[in-house]
């Protein structure tokens, strides 16, 4: 290879190395703030599969992060709402037909209003009602978990908003 040619091949290897280490630096910072923040959230194992898996976590900061996990709760208990509903199409029973109503109230109620309201509050940095809003699903939750004595087809989903709603509410506080 002619000399004149040795010098920038060189250059650019060595330019492509640093580029590549400093994104490495940097995903490795944003992995410590998922880790970080997910030690404080009180949940820690659901907080860090959770906001990995969301590919928007890489590069987010702290209100970003709490704007993913507030965005998760809204499409777990949406998926949760609409099974809830399926299975209430084929309720008879009128004590079932009640309980199963006051579930989908609850739901709706996170669904449509509490959630939209969390994340709003959090884009105009109401932090306190954010938090408030994130953490009162997990009370409607567990509304609609107090209308049965049993395990329904729809506890392990009511558990799974539950926490994320808590965990999104601890996410939310760390941010004053």
């Not at 002619?2 to 290897?13: G, R, V």
């Not at 209430?88 to 609850?106: A, E």
């Not at 978990?145 to 329904?152: I, N």
């Given at each position: 290879?002619?000399?004149?040619?040795?010098?920038?091949?060189?250059?650019?290897?060595?330019?492509?190395?640093?580029?590549?280490?400093a994104?490495?630096?940097?995903?490795?910072?944003?992995?410590?703030?998922?880790?970080?923040?997910?030690r404080?959230s009180g949940?820690?194992?659901?907080?860090?599969?959770?906001?990995?898996?969301?590919?928007?976590?890489?590069?987010?900061?702290?209100?970003?992060?709490?704007?993913?996990?507030?965005?998760?709760?809204?499409?777990?208990a949406?998926?949760?709402?609409?099974?809830?509903?399926?299975?209430?199409?084929?309720?008879?029973?009128?004590?079932?037909y009640?309980?199963?109503?006051?579930?989908?109230?609850?739901?709706?109620?996170?669904?449509?209003?509490l959630?939209?309201?969390?994340?709003?509050?959090?884009?105009?940095k109401?932090?306190?009602?954010?938090?408030?809003?994130?953490?009162?699903v997990?009370?409607?939750?567990?509304?609609?978990?107090?209308?049965?004595?049993e395990?329904?087809?729809?506890s392990d989903?009511?558990?799974?908003?539950?926490?994320?709603?808590?965990m999104?509410?601890?996410?939310?506080?760390?941010?004053?």
């Amino acid at each position: 290879m002619p000399q004149n040619l040795k010098a920038p091949l060189l250059f650019s290897l060595i330019l492509g190395f640093l580029a590549t280490q400093a994104i490495s630096i940097s995903n490795k910072k944003t992995l410590d703030l998922i880790e970080q923040t997910c030690r404080q959230s009180g949940f820690f194992a659901l907080c860090d599969s959770t906001l990995r898996s969301d590919p928007q976590s890489s590069n987010a900061k702290l209100e970003g992060l709490a704007k993913i996990s507030v965005e998760i709760v809204i499409d777990k208990a949406n998926a949760t709402l609409n099974f809830i509903v399926d299975l209430f199409k084929n309720v008879s029973d009128p004590v079932l037909y009640r309980s199963y109503g006051t579930c989908i109230d609850s739901y709706d109620a996170s669904v449509e209003r509490l959630l939209p309201k969390a994340i709003a509050a959090l884009s105009s940095k109401d932090y306190a009602t954010s938090r408030h809003d994130a953490a009162t699903v997990a009370i409607n939750v567990n509304a609609c978990d107090k209308q049965f004595s049993e395990k329904t087809p729809f506890s392990d989903r009511n558990r799974l908003v539950h926490d994320l709603s808590l965990m999104s509410a601890g996410i939310i506080e760390l941010l004053g």
